[in-house]
C-alpha cells in the first residue's frame, strides 16, 4: 500500500490550498481516510478524517469550518480543502488511511510521506 500526498507548498496567510492522496494497493473507499500535520518541534496533530460509507466526517477544533475533507472512491483518493491559512499551519501535512472505519487516527494502519505547506505572514 502507498498513499501518495500532492499539493503543499508556498502560500500567503489568507490564502487556500487543496491537498490530494492517492492510495494505491488497497481500496480505503469504506474504510478510513484522514490528515494530520507535523510542524517542527511538536507532535503530529490530527485535522480531518472521513470514514465509512457514505463517509463520515470528524474535524479537529482548530481547522472546523476552515478545513473539509473530500474523497473520491472511484480514485482512491482523499483531499483536504483548506482556507484562511494561517502562518502557524506551517508544516508537513500527512494522509493515512485504515481499512477499518473505526480505527483511531492514532492507529491508522497506512502512512504517506507528507506535502510540506508553508503560510507566510
Known amino acids: 500500500v502507498q498513499l501518495q500526498a500532492s499539493g503543499g507548498g508556498l502560500v500567503q496567510a489568507g490564502d487556500s490550498l487543496r491537498l490530494s492522496c492517492v492510495a494505491s494497493?488497497?481500496?480505503?473507499?469504506?474504510?478510513?481516510m484522514g490528515w494530520f500535520r507535523q510542524a517542527p518541534g511538536k507532535e503530529r496533530e490530527f485535522l480531518a478524517a472521513?470514514?465509512?460509507?457514505?463517509?463520515?466526517?470528524y474535524y479537529a477544533d482548530s481547522v472546523k469550518g476552515r478545513f473539509t475533507i473530500s474523497r473520491d472512491n472511484a480514485k482512491n483518493t482523499v483531499y483536504l480543502q483548506m482556507n484562511s491559512l494561517k502562518p502557524e499551519e506551517t508544516a508537513i501535512y500527512y494522509c493515512?488511511?485504515?481499512?477499518?472505519?473505526?480505527?483511531?487516527?492514532?492507529?491508522?494502519?497506512?502512512w504517506g510521506r507528507g506535502t510540506q505547506v508553508t503560510v507566510s505572514s
Open positions: 493515512a488511511a485504515d481499512l477499518d472505519p473505526q480505527s483511531g487516527w492514532s492507529t491508522y494502519e497506512f
Open positions: 494497493g488497497r481500496n480505503f473507499g469504506s474504510g478510513a
Open positions: 472521513i470514514a465509512g460509507i457514505p463517509g463520515r466526517t
